[in-house]
């Protein structure tokens, strides 16, 4: 035991002494390892953990140290500790690995407690996939230790005696201040900075992006550069968004670090020590959900890559001056999707990545093994040499033990959206043979196309069952898979593998007896994909996700004639919803994207009992409207009423799709002229003269079924 405690000691001096951080795995029983912690010399301690006997073990040994729950640990993210312990006992989430490492200072220690080594199993509930996967990498680790108090042994250790090279001095970049240079930790914040101050002095540039790995000094960046901004007096009234509150408390310390040595007199409210607001003579910083965002004359984002790209073009069309920071590799969100998306999103945006990390040397080996091993910085394959890949095989992968295949099966996968977290990689790992399927076309032994796929009557989590419960009862007893991600490497896109992937999984899942396939999504940009393929809109939320900042989408496919009649009723049910809703629930759906499901979903007739019928007063209105002698607006009840039965009837996809975008945007959606014109780009006579041709066809089919008797 004596040895054991000694080489614990030994490794924490000379993590310390190096500069770089360490990983130290402690295992064995709850009293042994807490006791054992409690005697290291710790300055700031930080331990986390899920409730469990463990905890009330440590609660009493180890004195004076900071607990936090796991699930709140989001609220502390900024701080910095000398140690950081996660408390494995009751299991491990892997986004909680990742954001805890993040919070350990250079020369510090990241320490996974759990019970003895062979009955280790750092997941949540299964020990043979993305536990098993954890320990292998632990070896990796280049400054690491592991030991099992229990058996009195080292099971793995490994020092990298490298000092860091020396920390450069942040250059003081004109025109900033001298005051404000004290507080900037590297000449890419200065850049930063220097780049808000151009977004206020350029008239061609009106939005700014701060780009980084986690740790680089992005918020820190953007609460100096509002700091500087007031100072200068370019700045009035401020909305600060963010995922939340506790996402913005290290934007807002910055910042007022910068007003106290700027010697400004502000005040500052919020809730249990939060900064919510900071005001002074003239100005005004507060912080903003993303759900209740009011435009202001500059508008400041932190962790875009978290908002999603929805809620950041919704801010974007509404802000006159926008700063913003995203991660670019991260657990918050996959940025690097983002950042190539920001040129269409943003007016223009000047762009600076900070790559200097701020709590810890460069070439950290910590940050580097938490990166390799959760997959962070994942980047998709080239692969310049497929061109038009012909003997492409298909393939059901039974394991992705292999780590080239594991990290290339994935980078391809994350490419089907841009919110990406480790626990995607540990639920993948725990239901790989289990829940999980993956399915991939494969060309001369390289996957080139992805797909992972949930067996709902197998798992835990049953998204599509529960949905379609709410919708027909009829069909819980049947066998449901739902695709969870598909993705092509994106120079091969649009060359029909997508497409083929999924007739490949349709073909096993029949042969294994499902009877029902589909997917839920946010991205409007991809109904296209699966209304081609024979899938339908199923179902569209009432509300936004509060993760994507988008509207939940939900296609199905039945793969089994039995059920067939059942699920188009469900299409031709959703048709009839975007048409009754489309002026309330679904006005701010994309009018081309209602015009396009109109057109392309799958649909059957079904009997809607006595239908609306038009008065005499609409009849007459609808007439005269023909003949050219009355306005649009003035038929717009009688035009839905026929929408609603052509709709009921499947008559809507004889229409143009252009057509269809008209009738959507004005008569679905009561949307006014000018904006309709707008939308689809044509002048306003030709929009009437458009709209009576539609309104000549709903009649001339449908107006002796809804003529008031």
């Given at each position: 035991m004596v040895v054991v405690v000694e080489e614990v000691h030994e490794f924490y001096k000379v993590i310390a002494s190096s500069g770089y951080r360490g990983l130290l795995v402690l295992l064995g029983a709850p009293r042994r390892v807490y006791g054992l912690l409690s005697t290291l010399e710790v300055r700031k301690p930080l331990f986390v953990f899920w409730p469990g006997r463990s905890v009330d073990i440590a609660r009493n040994v180890l004195e004076n140290w900071d607990f936090v729950f796991a699930e709140h640990l989001i609220e502390r993210l900024g701080e910095e500790h000398d140690i950081v312990v996660i408390d494995t006992y009751e299991g491990l989430r892997a986004s909680i690995l990742a954001a805890a490492s993040e919070m350990v200072v250079g020369g510090g220690l990241l320490v996974l407690t759990g019970p003895t080594w062979s009955k280790w199993c750092p997941s949540i509930s299964i020990c043979n996939g993305f536990a098993s996967y954890l320990k292998k990498q632990l070896y990796k680790a280049k400054n690491h230790l592991i030991v099992d108090?229990?058996?009195?042994?080292?099971?793995?250790?490994?020092?990298?005696?490298?000092?860091?090279?020396?920390?450069?001095?942040?250059?003081?970049?004109?025109?900033?201040?001298?005051?404000?240079?004290k507080l900037i930790a590297t000449t890419e914040q200065a850049r930063a900075i220097q780049a808000a101050l151009e977004v206020f002095e350029e008239p061609r540039s009106s939005?700014?992006?701060?780009?980084?790995?986690?740790?680089?000094?992005?918020?820190?960046?953007?609460?100096?550069?509002?700091?500087?901004l007031i100072a200068k007096k370019k700045v009035g009234d401020v909305a600060v968004v963010?995922?939340?509150?506790?996402?913005?408390?290290?934007?807002?310390?910055?910042?007022?670090?910068?007003?106290?040595?700027?010697?400004?007199?502000?005040?500052?409210?919020?809730?249990?020590?939060?900064?919510?607001?900071?005001?002074?003579?003239?100005?005004?910083?507060?912080?903003?959900?993303?759900?209740?965002?009011?435009?202001?004359?500059?508008?400041?984002?932190?962790?875009?890559?978290?908002?999603?790209?929805?809620?950041?073009?919704?801010?974007?069309?509404?802000?006159?001056?926008?700063?913003?920071?995203?991660?670019?590799?991260?657990?918050?969100?996959?940025?690097?999707?983002?950042?190539?998306?920001?040129?269409?999103?943003?007016?223009?945006?000047?762009?600076?990545?900070?790559?200097?990390?701020?709590?810890?040397?460069e070439g950290d080996p910590l940050e580097e093994w938490l990166y390799d091993t959760l997959l962070l910085n994942v980047e998709p394959p080239e692969d310049k040499d497929i061109v038009i890949p012909s003997a492409v095989s298909c393939m059901e992968v039974q394991q992705l033990e292999d780590l080239q295949l594991l990290r290339r099966t994935y980078s391809i996968l994350v490419q089907a959206h841009y919110r990406n977290s480790p626990d995607d990689l540990q639920l993948l790992l725990d239901g790989m043979g289990k829940w999980i399927k993956v399915y991939m076309l494969v060309y001369d032994g390289r996957p080139i196309a992805v797909a992972e796929v949930s067996l709902e009557d197998k798992a835990?989590?049953?998204?599509?069952?529960?949905?379609?419960?709410?919708?027909?009862?009829?069909?819980?007893?049947?066998?449901?898979?739902?695709?969870?991600?598909?993705?092509?490497?994106?120079?091969?896109?649009?060359?029909?593998?997508?497409?083929?992937?999924?007739?490949?999984?349709?073909e096993k899942l029949i042969a294994n007896d499902y009877k029902l396939v589909g997917a839920t999504f946010s991205n409007l940009d991809i109904i296209g994909f699966w209304l081609?393929?024979?899938?339908?809109?199923?179902?569209?939320?009432?509300?936004?996700?509060?993760?994507?900042?988008?509207?939940?989408?939900?296609?199905?496919?039945?793969?089994?004639?039995?059920?067939?009649?059942?699920?188009?009723?469900?299409?031709?049910?959703?048709?009839?919803?975007?048409?009754?809703?489309?002026?309330?629930?679904?006005?701010?759906?994309?009018?081309?994207?209602?015009?396009?499901?109109?057109?392309?979903?799958?649909?059957?007739?079904?009997?809607?009992?006595?239908?609306?019928?038009?008065?005499?007063?609409?009849y007459l209105r609808l007439e005269r409207f023909l003949k050219g002698e009355d306005y649009p607006e003035h038929v717009m009840d009688a035009m839905l009423i026929l929408t609603a039965l052509a709709a009921h009837k499947c008559r809507l996809k004889t229409f143009d799709v252009n057509h269809l975008t008209i009738l959507a945007s004005f008569v679905i959606q009561g949307k006014p002229t000018w904006e309709v014109v707008k939308v689809v780009g044509v002048s306003e006579e030709q929009l009437i003269e458009v709209l009576r041709k539609i309104a000549k066809k709903l009649a001339s089919e449908l107006i002796r079924e809804v003529l008031e008797k």
């Open positions: 108090l229990d058996d009195q042994k080292i099971i793995s250790k490994r020092i990298t005696l490298q000092k860091p090279a020396k920390k450069i001095r942040p250059k003081c970049l004109k025109p900033l201040p001298t005051w404000l240079c939005s700014l992006v701060i780009l980084g790995d986690r740790g680089r000094g992005k918020s820190a960046a953007l609460g100096l550069a509002l700091a500087y963010a995922p939340s509150i506790y996402s913005v408390q290290n934007l807002f310390m910055h910042m007022v670090r910068g007003l106290k040595v700027a010697r400004i007199q502000y005040k500052a409210w919020g809730p249990k020590r939060l900064y919510e607001g900071v005001k002074g003579g003239w100005f005004k910083v507060h912080y903003e959900p993303p759900s209740q965002y009011h435009l202001s004359a500059l508008t400041v984002v932190d962790e875009a890559a978290a908002l999603g790209p929805a809620r950041l073009r919704r801010i974007a069309m509404r802000a006159r001056k926008i700063l913003t920071a995203t991660t670019i590799h991260g657990y918050e969100g996959s940025g690097r999707w983002l950042a190539h998306k920001l040129n269409d999103i943003l007016p223009s945006p000047l762009m600076v990545e900070l790559k200097t990390p701020i709590r810890y040397p835990e989590k049953r998204v599509l069952t529960d949905i379609l419960n709410r919708l027909l009862q009829d069909l819980k007893e049947n066998r449901i898979a739902r695709i969870v991600r598909i993705a092509v490497l994106e120079h091969l896109q649009r060359r029909g593998l997508g497409s083929r992937l999924l007739k490949c999984i349709e081609k393929n024979g899938y339908g809109v199923a179902h569209v939320s009432a509300r936004y996700n509060k993760f994507t900042g988008e509207k939940n989408i939900v296609v199905l496919k039945s793969l089994s004639r039995d059920i067939r009649h059942s699920i188009n009723k469900i299409y031709t049910d959703m048709v009839v919803r975007l048409v009754y809703s489309g002026a309330s629930v679904y006005r701010d759906l994309p009018a081309e994207k209602i015009a396009e499901i109109l057109a392309k979903q799958p649909c059957v007739q079904i009997d809607i009992g006595d239908p609306w019928k038009l008065t005499t007063y609409q």
